[in-house]
């Protein structure tokens, strides 16, 4: 026992350093790609042909396409070489890390991740020598470009030392963010409910129950009243509730995640029903919030002979995780592993050790073009609601994050009607509400194909719905949001199942807003008279929990 404490403490402290990564993990992958090349002659010379003219030949093709050099003074020497002398060695990486029979997907997959954040850390744009513009720039200001940039980095360095985010003037929950009128009628140690305010005499029925994430705030459906979705679910004559999930803390380390299905889902809908006669909702999920509600569903469907969802919508949100995206990447024993060490030890999952995470997929777009901007070249980006809600992370607490990243990351047990619900197997067959699934074009945290795999996972009526964004772009599609459109896939019984590429061939584009189409099958499914009744108070929204 005292070995196993040890062990986790190193390993806990190694995590800190190391942002996560396993480096058993990574020494696997390594020892299993030299293997495979040192018993390859024909990928040696491939390597070898690579590093004496193919991959600078290849670099020819990729400045074209590599946004990064597209600034004129790129072409100029000696800027010129270093932006060839980076191609070439990029194209190098790509050459030696391609697949090889024999050699594991997951680790070639795993080591082209790790080649290209290495890769992008070192591109001559992140140095202010290398960097025509930003020398352009300091010349030009006479240094006060990079005075400034120093400036920036101080206020950040400030804000991650002491854990509060830098404030953003003129955008404050509660003030302008997350400010469609209601109230928190019901509150328990996991979430508050928030009622918001009906605007229309006659509304429509079922009401509607979103489960947000719990990774992050769940305003991010209501940010500015131009683009919050509960506003126009509001406008739209619906009764719409939100859950508010509390940010844990070391007393909620032992929570798992059977734990946010009875409190956070079951209790509300219990007391929904019980307090106020409201026997059915259209459910609504978004990313680990519409997981948690395929659970839910599935495990009413199969105690229950009458479930509470006439509806299910499920918003970016994966049931099945054979093909996660680039976050499968670090989904392997000796990485959940490392991982369980660090949340043993700190009682939780940080927010910005979950960030950094997610910053690690499009490092060059998340990362690095800020760090140029913010601190080479000192400017700032302007601010949004939307900037603003992605620095309000959450935690997540060590068990429950635990039972997420084996039963479904590592095992695909829902998909594989092996993950268990109250003790016993769940399967997403025996829904029977209909079901809208969205999944959005560029999205990196559940990738559009991995959500398009619910189809084949379900017995009921489903609306696929694919729109043109990222996670969270895509999903705050406002009505009158330029240069949107959505394409539908419509999944009724005795439909025959075609793959998602083979789907998207033939798919037939619509501009505009995917908020409409949802709406206009939301009404059709809305032939229930609204229960009137008297509402209690706790707290106006947004709640207290939010501030957590």
């Not at 191609?87 to 082209?112: C, E, I, V, Y």
């Not at 690095?368 to 603003?388: A, C, F, K, Q």
């Not at 959450?394 to 635990?402: N, Q, S, V, Y």
Request: glycine share 8%; with cysteine; aromatic share 10%.
């Amino acid at each position: 026992m005292a070995e196993t404490s040890l062990d986790r403490r190193v390993n806990a402290t190694l995590a800190k350093l190391t942002g996560g990564v396993s480096p058993a993990g990574l020494a696997v992958a390594w020892t299993d790609w030299a293997t495979h090349v040192a018993l390859s002659p024909e990928r040696q010379k491939e390597i070898g042909l690579a590093a004496f003219g193919g991959a600078v030949a290849a670099s020819l093709e990729d400045e074209k396409a590599d946004k990064r050099f597209s600034h004129p003074l790129w072409s100029l020497p000696p800027y010129a070489a270093f932006k060839t002398g980076f191609l070439a060695a990029q194209n190098w990486w790509q050459t030696a890390l391609a697949p090889m029979s024999g050699f594991d997907a997951k680790h070639q997959r795993a080591l082209d991740f790790y080649a290209r954040q290495a890769l992008d850390m070192w591109c001559p744009t992140n140095f202010p020598i290398t960097n025509p513009v930003v020398v352009a720039k300091a010349i030009e200001t006479r240094g006060a470009s990079l005075q400034q940039g120093l400036k920036n980095w101080l206020d950040d360095l400030g804000s991650t030392l002491t854990g509060h985010p830098r404030s953003v003037p003129g955008y404050d929950v509660g003030e302008t963010l997350a400010v469609t009128p209601g109230d928190v009628v019901y509150r328990n140690r996991l979430v508050e409910v928030i009622r918001y305010h009906p605007t229309q005499e006659k509304r429509k029925g079922p009401p509607i129950f979103i489960v947000p994430a719990w990774i992050m705030k769940y305003y991010v459906l209501d940010l500015s009243p131009h683009n919050s979705m509960v506003w126009y679910l509001v406008d739209q004559g619906f009764d719409v509730f939100m859950l508010s999930w509390k940010n844990p803390g070391k007393e909620e380390t032992d929570l798992d995640l059977q734990d946010y299905l009875d409190i956070g889902i079951r209790e509300p809908l219990n007391w929904l029903r019980e307090e106020h006669g409201i026997e059915a909702v259209h459910g609504v999920g978004y990313c680990l919030g519409g997981t948690l509600l395929s659970i839910a569903a599935s495990a009413y469907a199969r105690e229950e002979a009458s479930s509470p969802f006439a509806t299910l919508t499920l918003l970016a949100s994966q049931t099945d995780f054979t093909e996660p995206g680039e976050l499968g990447t670090f989904m392997t024993e000796a990485q959940v592993g490392f991982l369980e060490d660090l949340m043993e030890e700190q009682g939780y999952l940080e927010a910005g050790q979950m960030a950094a995470a997610f910053q690690m997929l499009r490092p060059a777009d998340l990362i690095w073009s800020r760090v140029i901007r913010h601190y080479l070249l000192g400017e700032r980006t302007e601010p949004n609601d939307l900037m603003v809600w992605n620095a309000d992370a959450t935690r997540m607490p060590a068990k429950m994050h635990t039972t997420y990243l084996r039963k479904l990351f590592l095992e695909n047990a829902l998909a594989r009607r092996t993950f268990k619900a109250d003790g016993r197997r769940i399967s997403l067959t025996d829904i029977r509400a209909p079901i809208y699934c969205l999944a959005t074009e560029s999205d990196h945290v559940s990738p559009w194909r991995s959500v398009f795999k619910l189809l084949a996972l379900t017995d009921t009526d489903v609306r696929f719905v694919l729109t043109k964004g990222g996670h969270n772009g895509g999903v705050l599609s406002e009505p009158g949001h330029k240069g949107r459109h959505f394409r539908v896939f419509e999944k009724v019984e005795g439909t025959r199942f075609v793959g998602p590429d083979a789907w998207l061939d033939t798919a037939v584009t619509e501009d505009g807003s995917w908020w409409l189409d949802w709406v206009a099958w939301l009404v059709d499914r809305s032939d229930q008279d609204v229960v009137e009744t008297e509402w209690s108070a706790l707290y106006q929204a947004p709640g207290t929990y939010v501030f957590d």
